[in-house]
């Protein structure tokens, strides 16, 4: 029995898909108009939320999220492991990257782009080790973090959706992932970053 647990938590992980949805200035809107479409029966992937924030907003942003969803919504901490239908929100004041056994962990490295977590640490990791079953998101913010990190999405061939900088409250970040790359996957208005993201899931 212990041997067919074992097996059956290694496949799960081996095949589980993760929605990594990265931000900064402008973003909370749309991460709320996003997961208005979410449901404990639609999503069919973990959802990890990367948003440039003050420290001490966790908790309250984790709670304000599940009164609103019939979701499960976490608060990351450190080694908890990944799941399926889940969303995971990533604390201020810490990195966040993807271990191999599909656990999440928290670093307090050096800012990247003045930010903690940074879109490009987590963008870097969770593609190291998901390759072609991750797909990003990476919508309105104020700097170019995430632009480093979509070019390792794309080389591991993982998904690359961009919310439109003509609609994004700030701009800056969608632009520097689309002109980093020679190709992004799909650039697409705020209702349609859903619909767009779940065809992969």
Not at 101 to 112: H, Y
Not at 161 to 178: D, G, H, L, R
Request: some cysteine; charged content about 25%; aromatic content about 6%.
């Amino acid at each position: 029995m212990a041997n067919s647990r074992s097996i059956e938590k290694k496949d799960s992980h081996s095949t589980i898909k993760v929605v990594l949805f990265c931000g900064s200035t402008g973003a909370i809107e749309v991460l709320e108009k996003f997961l208005m479409n979410v449901s404990q029966k639609n999503l069919r992937a973990a959802l990890v939320v990367i948003l440039h924030r003050k420290t001490g907003t966790r908790d309250l942003l984790v709670r304000y999220l599940n009164e609103k969803l019939n979701v499960m919504v976490k608060a990351i901490e450190h080694g908890v492991p990944l799941e399926k239908g889940v969303i995971y929100i990533a604390p201020a004041g810490y990195h966040c990257m993807l271990e191999k056994d599909m656990t999440l962990s928290l670093d307090l490295s050096e800012k990247v782009m003045f930010s903690r977590p940074s879109a490009d640490v987590s963008l870097e990791s969770f593609s190291y080790n998901l390759k072609d079953r991750l797909i990003a998101i990476i919508v309105s913010g104020a700097n170019s973090d995430g632009a480093d990190g979509a070019k390792c999405v794309s080389r591991r061939n993982g998904k690359i959706i961009v919310q439109n900088p003509t609609e994004a409250f700030a701009k800056t970040m969608p632009s520097a992932v689309i002109d980093s790359l020679d190709k992004v996957d799909h650039i697409v208005t705020t209702k349609e970053l859903y619909k767009t993201a779940a065809k992969y899931f």
